[in-house]
T-cell receptor, first 116, second 113 residues
Framework: DVKVTQSSRYLVKRTGEKVFLECVQD?????MFWYRQDPGLGLRLIYF???????EKGDIPEGYSVSREKKERFSLILESASTNQTSMYLC?????FGIGSPDTQYFGPGTRLTVL | ELKVEQNPLFLSMQEGKNYTIYCNYS?????LYWYRQDPGKSLESLFV?????AVKQEGRLMASLDTKARLSTLHITAAVHDLSATYFC?????????????FGTGTRLQVFP
């Protein structure tokens, strides 16, 4: 079974702090994703990585950055946390896209971040 | 710009009843996914629909895809309490060699006795 793990289930930080959210997958997936989930808005893509050291902005990248130094690990960084970044953050991974490879995304358990 | 709309947003239904959740999307896409999320938990994949007319069934849930109408449905047959959860549809953006998805806002299903 694919396993996606996230470093923390709950996190409380203060405004202005630098925050690191870690995600690790154990199935050698090429693609990794960071989403945030807010009530009434569904999941919104923050950043996407399709290979080591490769990244693309998603729909709401402002205030975030990412790092992928190893294939299995994808980190989300909040450079200076703000209260509007209080949310549930979900990491996901999937195999590389291709014909005959319509793999679904596998999600981690989520990190509920509160910024005070 | 691809948009995905689900309705209803909230569904309260009695055990044993049937109902359908609808997922409309605004531009052409090759793939559609359904996920389930239990309270406080992460998303679990239910179905992947790849072509027009695709139908998949698992237990009391059946999903179908009409790419011409840009519509997918998730039909619930004889609901039971265990199906209480939030259901999301997600559509592939059809961008080069990626599987970036756009998610609907979710349908919160509550099944009561």
């Amino acid at each position: 079974d694919v396993k996606v793990t996230q470093s923390s289930r709950y996190l409380v930080k203060r405004t202005g702090e630098k925050v690191f959210l870690e995600c690790v997958q154990d199935m050698d997936h090429e693609n990794m994703f960071w989403y945030r989930q807010d009530p009434g808005l569904g999941l919104r893509l923050i950043y996407f990585s399709y290979d080591v050291k490769m990244k693309e902005k998603g729909d709401i990248p402002e205030g975030y950055s990412v790092s992928r130094e190893k294939k299995e690990r994808f980190s989300l960084i909040l450079e200076s946390a703000s209260t509007n970044q209080t949310s549930m953050y979900l990491c996901a991974s999937s195999l590389v896209f291709g014909i005959g490879s319509p793999d679904t995304q596998y999600f981690g358990p989520g990190t509920r971040l509160t910024v005070l | 710009e691809l948009k995905v709309e689900q309705n209803p947003l909230f569904l309260s239904m009695q055990e044993g009843k049937n109902y359908t959740i609808y997922c409309n999307y605004s531009t052409t896409s090759d793939r559609l996914y359904w996920y389930r999320q239990d309270p406080g938990k992460s998303l679990e994949s239910l179905f992947v629909l790849l072509s027009n007319g695709a139908v998949k069934q698992e237990g009391r849930l059946m999903a179908s895809l009409d790419t011409k109408a840009r519509l997918s449905t998730l039909h619930i047959t004889a609901a039971v309490h265990d199906l209480s959860a939030t259901y999301f549809c997600a559509v592939d953006r059809n961008q080069r060699n990626t599987d970036k998805l756009i998610f609907g806002t979710g349908t919160r299903l509550q099944v009561f006795p």
